[in-house]
Nanobody
Framework: QVQLRESGGDSVEAGGSLRLSCTAS????????MTWFRQAPGKQREGVAA???????VYADSVEHRFTISRDNVKNTLYLQMDYLKVDDTAMYYC???????????????????????WGQGTQVTVSY
C-alpha cells in the first residue's frame, strides 16, 4: 500500500506563508491525481487543490490565487505553497492520491474524496490574527 507523509504544517499569523509537502513511497507518476484536502474542527472535509498527471491544476474558489500546487516527479513529492493565509485556512491538511481517471476535473471528480484510495495522516495548519 502506498504511504503518503505530509509535513510543513505550523502556526503562523494571518498574511503569512507556509509550504506543505507530501512525500509518496512510490513513483507519483502512478497517480492520476494528487490532491490536498483539509478539515477544520466541526466542518466537513473539503478539497483545496488538485494536481493531475498531465499537469492540470484545480483550485477551490476559497484558495485560488493564494495557493499553488505542484508535483516533483523526481522527489515523488507533492507541494502546496500557501500565501496570504487567512484564519479560515486553519485546518488539518491531508494529501490524497488516486489512480483512477474519475478524479479528474473533466469528470467533476477533483473533490470527491471517495475517488482517492490513499491518504496521509495530515499536517496541522493554524493561522491566527
Amino acid at each position: 500500500q502506498v504511504q503518503l507523509r505530509e509535513s510543513g504544517g505550523d502556526s503562523v499569523e494571518a498574511g503569512g506563508s507556509l509550504r506543505l509537502s507530501c512525500t509518496a513511497s512510490e513513483d507519483v507518476n502512478n497517480f492520476e491525481c494528487m490532491t490536498w484536502f483539509r478539515q477544520a474542527p466541526g466542518k466537513q472535509r473539503e478539497g483545496v487543490a488538485a494536481h493531475e498527471r498531465d499537469g492540470e491544476q484545480v483550485y477551490a474558489d476559497s484558495v485560488e490565487h493564494r495557493f499553488t500546487i505542484s508535483r516533483d516527479n523526481v522527489k515523488n513529492t507533492l507541494y502546496l505553497q500557501m500565501d496570504y493565509l487567512k484564519v479560515d485556512d486553519t485546518a488539518m491538511y491531508y494529501c490524497a492520491a488516486s489512480t483512477t481517471t474519475w478524479c479528474r476535473r473533466l469528470y467533476g471528480g477533483s473533490w470527491h474524496d471517495w475517488r482517492y484510495a490513499d491518504w496521509g495522516q495530515g499536517t496541522q495548519v493554524t493561522v491566527s490574527y
